[in-house]
């Protein structure tokens, strides 16, 4: 199992909802500690300007009589890029945790796989740095993973941000009475 040192990170207070990441609502009570996120941006509804344009273009051109490659290509980019922009717009993360279990699902639309650990397994949770290495750029991710009793790992969520995922970090190990240590490769 890693090798786990003692951590000197300050974590915000599970009370504290006056400095909450854009996007991020908290809410708890006695038996279950409930994290929802949400994506924002213009981009996003750019994208899905982009996605509408490029099928109507498609159908358009498919009515009257356009080449059927391009037509083809037009409606299938638009709705994928429609579909993912409305995924993202309309989607919400939810962490529920327990004292039992922590599941985690992107909702309501389907996109990505649910996950569910028993809370008796979570050894520690951190947020680390994805690198992803494009032809044009380095791009950075986060994730917010846990570190289990038999020595794996599991992700519990990708890329809302550094900022997000460690106000999750610090939330649900605060709920399940998790000391924070530092782990290798957490930032």
């Not at 996007?23 to 038996?31: F, I, K, M, S, T």
């Not at 039992?100 to 397994?121: G, M, N, Q």
Request: hydrophobic letters at 45%; a negative charge.
């Amino acid at each position: 199992m890693m090798a786990l040192m003692q951590s000197d990170h300050s974590h915000t207070p599970a009370t504290s909802t006056a400095s909450l990441p854009v996007g991020l609502q908290v809410e708890r009570d006695a038996h279950a500690l409930c994290i929802h996120y949400s994506h924002y941006g213009l981009v996003l509804w750019l994208a899905l300007a982009t996605g509408i344009l490029l099928l109507a273009t498609g159908f358009g051109l498919m009515f009257t009589g356009g080449v059927k490659l391009v037509y083809m290509s037009s409606l299938a980019m638009g709705l994928v890029l429609s579909y993912c922009s409305l995924v993202v717009i309309i989607n919400k993360w939810v962490i529920l945790a327990t004292r039992d279990r922590v599941s985690v699902s992107y909702r309501p639309l389907p996109f990505e796989k649910d996950v569910t650990i028993s809370a008796h397994d979570i050894v520690q949770l951190y947020t680390c740095r994805t690198p992803t290495i494009s032809k044009y750029q380095d791009i950075q991710s986060f994730s917010l993973r846990v570190i289990l009793k038999s020595g794996g790992s599991i992700t519990l969520m990708s890329d809302p941000g550094y900022e997000t995922l460690h106000h999750m970090e610090c939330q649900i190990e605060d709920w399940l009475g998790i000391q924070d240590v530092d782990v290798p490769g957490e930032i």
